[in-house]
């Protein structure tokens, strides 16, 4: 590998450092059995993603007060369905799944 730095004692180190893995490498004996390390190293993203789904996975599936207030509407007739509400969300929903 050919450096590009002009610098002539960094020049050198990077060949000793070329020429001592080498080294280590004639080093090790024909036919050893590989030592074989596991390692996970979890980006600072996917740590965030994991915190984020134990946080979620706190938060109950039902949403009681919104229940409870939607009973009691339906219970003393005040519930309303908006019809333009609806036919926006069928729309919406239709169009994401033609594009996904």
Same mark, same amino acid.
């Given at each position: /590998? ?11 180190? =990077? ?37 984020i789904? =134990?946080?979620?996975d ?14 009691? =509407? ?15 969300? /069928? ?10």
């Open positions: /590998m050919i450096s590009k730095i002009k610098d002539t004692s960094a020049q050198l180190i =990077q060949q000793y450092q070329k020429g001592d893995l080498i080294k280590n490498e004639a080093d090790k004996p024909v036919g050893a059995a590989a030592t074989v390390t596991e390692r996970v190293d979890l980006s600072t993203r996917a740590k965030d993603i994991r915190q789904k =134990q946080i979620l706190q938060i109950p599936d039902v949403r009681e007060d919104k229940v409870q207030e939607l009973k009691r =509407q339906i219970d003393n007739g005040s519930y309303r369905v908006h019809a333009d509400k609806v036919a926006e969300k /069928m729309v919406g929903e239709s169009l994401i799944d033609i594009i996904v």
